[in-house]
């Protein structure tokens, strides 16, 4: 009945430092990582700075250029989407937002220029922003709408599945709670899975439905929201929660 | 655009380089007098109303063949920039985004050109080529490559790890799309300082080249030309020199505020 959207079996990935003299310097950054996604599905993915998140989520969508990546990766939708921590380098700062976000729709060369532009138009209307936008550059946007630009392009693709990450946390807190909302309120219209990556324990604990706990490239810990963080198995997810709820 | 307008060098920069340009412009359809008319009555005139800059040894007059030569000056270095900026930003644009051996190699062979002083260089492209005005654009605008590609190389190379071309790749974008649609349009402004900057340079080239006797040949005047012709009747006539420096100074002060006013952003 649950049918996959993802599944990643065995990933381990080494950034490799090669110089004109030859190759040296290796760097583990993620061991052995297997989880699932499944339909409709909301996955945290928590662990400190540094532990190999955001490896993990370029890894899935194959933006490791300079490094050494084994194991498997099967999508099972097509155009996976990303929206990125930071809307201000995400959106080309040459461009208007009508520019950026038909380009995905030009790549893919299926319509033609009115029913792009009716696309975009549209695609506005959903992510909450002003049609009048169109003309202008990230620069003269804020946080919050440069965010709603930047999540509007992955979606304005129609992904089934779109790796988050950390989309609030560059944001004001008076934005997060309305972002958030937006991409609760977008998963249920447009029939969504999310991989959610945050190192907010409590934001996690309202939004997903699974949690994946990471330490130092590898996946100590995952299962249902509330199991893991009622009766968390390993040491260094004990020693995560605590230190929040206390 | 607007950003540079509230610039006070670039206003002024703006301002000289318009009236020079309208000036030539005006020159390529009319001058006072034709600038090749040798007149034996009108030897080595003064400055007056008739004669604006006075006349030469041969009775031409100084003004009309300022113009001209400006306009021939001016469409030297723009053609040499040209060239240089194309290639440049062609083989920058490339190396920057691919990096690897290619980048080593190009790279290498533009630190060679780079090492050597560029008027000698000119100077044995000529000796190649041959004299004449389209042989020295050539000439300046090869020699202009390497230091174009080496600005694009490293604005491309900046660009290349942010989020948003990352983006553009999981769009689905091609390597040459994200390259020329996406990354180009953010290098402009470091380019358009760095074009005006080159104009500068091709100016001057241009004219020391043509003051050496190996641009423009005679009696098509060019700046340069008219500066070595000029410096046999420094004592004679002095305006001759002073004019023809002035239009140097006047070209290269417009592009030269212009790139300030645009580099101070």
């Known amino acids: 009945m649950s049918d996959r959207v993802l599944e ?91 520019w950026i976000l038909e380009e995905p729709l030009r790549i893919f060369g299926k319509y033609d220029a009115p029913e792009r532009k009716r696309r975009v138009l549209d695609m506005m209307t959903r992510v909450g922003l002003d049609h009048e936008l169109v003309t202008h550059k990230p620069r003269e946007l804020s946080g919050g709408q440069k965010q709603r630009v930047s999540i509007a392009t992955a979606l304005i693709q129609r992904p089934r599945f779109v790796v988050a990450d950390e989309p609030v946390s560059a944001l004001d807190v008076s934005i997060q709670g309305q972002i958030l909302q937006l991409l609760l ?62 | 655009m607007k950003q540079y307008l509230k610039d006070k060098n670039f206003r002024a920069g703006l301002l000289i380089t318009g009236i020079m340009l309208c000036v030539i412009l005006i020159g390529l359809l009319w001058t006072p007098y034709d600038p090749n008319a040798m007149s034996g009555s009108e030897k080595l005139l003064k400055p007056s109303a008739t004669h604006l800059f006075g006349t030469d040894n041969f009775g031409r007059d100084i003004f009309s063949r300022v113009i001209q030569g400006a306009g021939a000056t001016f469409l030297i270095a723009a053609a040499a920039v040209a060239i240089g900026l194309v290639i440049g930003l062609i083989i920058g644009g490339l190396t920057g985004y691919y990096g690897g051996v290619l980048d080593e190699i190009l790279m290498r062979i533009s630190d060679t050109i780079l090492a050597f002083p560029s008027i000698l260089l000119a100077l044995v492209m000529i000796a190649i080529l041959g004299k004449g005005k389209y042989n020295i654009i050539i000439a300046l605008g090869i020699l202009f ?62 004219a020391s080249m043509s003051y050496l006797g190996v641009g423009v040949q005679p009696p098509d005047p060019s700046l340069g030309r008219l500066l070595s012709e000029a410096q046999g009747y420094l004592f004679q006539a002095p305006w001759y020199a002073i004019c023809t420096g002035l239009a140097i100074i006047l070209l290269i002060l417009g592009f030269g505020l212009l790139s300030e006013g645009m580099g101070g952003e």
């Open chain 2, 145 to 206: 490559i390497p230091s174009f590609a080496r600005i694009v190389r490293s604005e491309v190379a900046k660009q290349k790890n942010t989020d948003y071309v990352r983006n553009a790749r999981l769009m689905g974008a091609s390597n040459m799309r994200i390259l020329f649609l996406h990354i180009m349009p953010n290098i402009v402004p470091v380019l358009l300082s760095s074009v005006a900057i080159g104009f500068n340079n091709a100016v001057l080239s241009e």
């Open chain 1, 185 to 246: 309120n977008l998963r249920d219209e447009l029939d969504l899975s999310y991989l959610f990556i945050t190192h907010d324990l409590n934001l996690c604990y309202s939004i997903c439905d699974r949690v994946l706990v990471m330490y130092k490239g590898q996946i100590v810990e995952q299962g249902p929201v509330d199991e893991v963080y009622e009766h968390p198995q390993h040491e260094y997810t004990k020693a995560l929660l605590d230190a929040v709820l206390k």
């Open chain 1, 8 to 98: 990643v079996n065995n990933l381990s990935v080494v950034y490799q430092d090669s110089t004109v003299f030859g190759k040296k310097s290796n760097f583990q950054a993620l061991t052995d990582v297997s989880f699932h996604i499944d339909h409709g599905e909301i996955v945290g993915l928590v662990g400190e700075s540094g532990c190999g998140k955001s490896t993990l989520s370029k890894a899935i969508l194959g933006m490791l250029d300079d490094a050494k990546v084994t194991g498997e990766i099967r999508h099972y939708t097509k155009r996976p989407q990303m929206v990125f921590q930071d809307p201000h380098g995400s959106l080309n700062p040459a461009r208007t937002v009508g």
